[in-house]
């Protein structure tokens, strides 16, 4: 039996292991002629407390999403992934990945890094990807290391 995805959602947020997700999953969007959807989601809880004193803080933050989803796309693009969506939101990672957004893209397929860029919150109560993988409800891909090079991602 192949299993075949039309709608991958992949969570990115700049980190070394949502690069790796992201690589990987340009390889399956690829062998699928599946839709990517690049997501980023901007925690607003972790600067919630700053911007009371700089309010250009949201913004900054989007503009770093925004130029970080526009360059996976042209990479996505390059390497031959036809239909390649942006989205970037506020909110819980943790909650908007699983829940609205993998609704909202019909996702059948979520892939994220094992850890990414906050650690301390990992600690205290758990990762993101550890999240997603108890409340998705559709396959979840979680990436624990960097694709070699020529080496061909396993999933189907």
């Not at 990987?24 to 980023?40: D, E, M, Q, Y």
């Not at 004193?53 to 999403?65: C, E, G, L, T």
Request: net charge negative; charged share 30%.
């Amino acid at each position: 039996m192949t299993l075949n995805y039309k709608h991958i959602l992949v969570a990115v947020d700049g980190s070394k292991e949502a690069e790796w997700a992201f690589k990987k999953s340009v390889g399956i969007a690829k062998r699928n002629n599946a839709t990517l959807n690049l997501v980023n989601i901007i925690d607003t809880r972790s600067f919630a407390a700053v911007e009371a004193y700089d309010r250009s803080i949201a913004d900054r933050a989007h503009k770093f999403a925004d130029q970080l989803l526009s360059d996976y796309r042209k990479e996505a693009e390059a390497a031959g992934v036809r239909d390649v969506n942006l989205v970037v939101e506020y909110g819980s990672p943790k909650t908007m990945i699983p829940r609205d957004i993998s609704k909202k893209v019909e996702a059948d397929l979520i892939v994220c890094g094992a850890t990414g860029l906050n650690a301390v919150e990992r600690f205290l109560i758990g990762s993101i990807s550890e999240t997603i993988v108890r409340s998705a409800k559709c396959d979840v891909l979680v990436v624990r290391t960097e694709e070699l090079p020529g080496e061909e991602p396993i999933a189907e």
